[in-house]
Each structure stands twice: as C-alpha cells, then as structure tokens.
C-alpha cells in the first residue's frame, strides 16, 4: 500500500482481555517495528521483524505481548490478559530494510488502546 | 544502552521566529540520526535523516547537524509557521535500535 496502515485506531478493553493489534506495512518492506507510546513518555522499542523472523524480542514488557507476521507482511501483536499499564499508542513502522545506514522508517498512525 | 535527551520539552514562539531544538545522545557508534515530527494523534512522519559521516542536511526551512565527538544534533527551523506546531523527536539508530527522545512540544502562536 501507499503507507502502513494500523487497526484498529482505537480500541477500548476491559482488564483481562486479549487484544489483537494489526499492522499492514508498505509493500516491499522487509522489516517491520512496533513502538509503544505512553502518555508523557518517550516511543518504546518493542520487536522488530526482519522477514518473518524476529532477531531481537527483548522489549516486549512480559510474556502476555506476542508477535508475529507470515508471509513478510502483515504483523499482529498480541496482548493477553490486559492490564491498565498496557494503555497506550502502539505504533508499527516499515522499512525497505532492517537497522542500516541510509534506511527510512514509515510510521504508521498508531493504534490506541485503552484498558479500564 | 543510548540515552537520547531532547532540550527544551516544550517551547512556544511566535511566528515569523527562527529556533533551534537539541538532541544529545550518550553513545556515538550511531549509523544515523532521524529527526520525525508527530502531529496529536497521528504517527510519525520522517523529515529529516542524517547519515554518521555527515555533518547536516537540509529541507526547505528545515535544517539538521550532527556532530558525533559532542553527541549532539540539532534542528534549525528558519521562519517558524503555526503549521510548525507539533512534537518534534529525534531518534538514534545504533544499528540494532531506534532509540527516541521524549519529544520537544512545539507551539508556533500566529
């Protein structure tokens, strides 16, 4: 597509459920990034695909988040069992390739999730 | 792990002014710097990129610097419009992550 699109852009949840987040990147980019985006706070790395692998998991916050993208496109993260600190603006970005020199990051304009 | 710090958090200008914001990072072995602006309830959107063997780079009114041996960069915005309002961040790529400022919260008043 022309941009990455996120779905939802908004979504509110009870404590305790599982949410699904989706992100749809810009065709031909091979990797893929979520963000976490706290009120007051700065943009937290969460998981990086490059491909359908993720080289490097460790920001995910605890084992309720989850990733995942098949066919080096679409990515889905998982939140089980919510709680009111996962509140925030969860942001995917793509780009042409993974951390390199002269690579651009496209955002997309975040899904916001709010646990009550 | 890279610290990034953005100086000011906030600031409000009147139109018509030039200004600068500041970006200081504690680790150099950097591959490039990013500087994106984030509008409220959007994503981000790219303006400028600075590879590690560059010094600056410009955009229209926009213009960057890099200077690695201080940790440093900094973006100059010449004749600042209401439209410039908006969060401004920078981000650091270390070749294994993308780490961001906080943010300067920019307000040009008309």
């Known amino acids: 597509g022309a941009g990455v699109s996120q779905s939802p852009s908004n979504k509110v949840t009870e404590k305790g459920k599982d949410v699904e987040l989706r992100c749809d990147p810009i065709s031909g980019h091979t990797a893929l990034y979520w963000y976490r985006q706290s009120l007051g706070q700065g943009l937290e790395f969460l998981i990086y695909?490059?491909?359908?692998?993720?080289?490097?998991k460790s920001g995910l916050p605890s084992d309720r988040f989850s990733a995942e993208r098949t066919g080096g496109s679409v990515s889905t993260l998982t939140i089980q069992r919510t709680q009111q600190e996962d509140s925030a603006v969860y942001l995917c970005a793509s780009s042409l390739a993974g951390f390199s020199g002269a690579n651009v990051l496209t955002f997309g304009a975040g899904s916001r999730l709010t646990v009550l | 792990k890279q610290e990034v710090t953005q100086i000011p958090a906030a600031l409000s200008v009147p139109e018509g002014e030039n200004l600068v914001l500041n970006c200081s990072f504690t680790d150099s072995a950097i591959y490039n710097l990013q500087w994106f602006r984030q509008d409220p309830g959007k994503g981000l959107t790219s303006l400028l990129l600075?590879?590690?063997?560059?010094r600056e780079q410009t955009s229209g009114r926009l213009n960057a610097s890099l200077d690695k041996s201080s940790g440093r960069s900094t973006l100059y915005i010449a004749a600042s419009q209401p439209g410039d309002s908006a969060t401004y961040l920078c981000?650091?790529?270390?070749?294994?992550?993308?780490?961001f400022g906080k943010g300067t919260s920019l307000l040009v008043t008309p």
């Open positions: 600075i590879q590690s063997s560059q």
């Open positions: 981000a650091l790529n270390s070749g294994y992550a993308l780490n």
């Open positions: 695909f490059q491909g359908n692998s993720a080289p490097d």
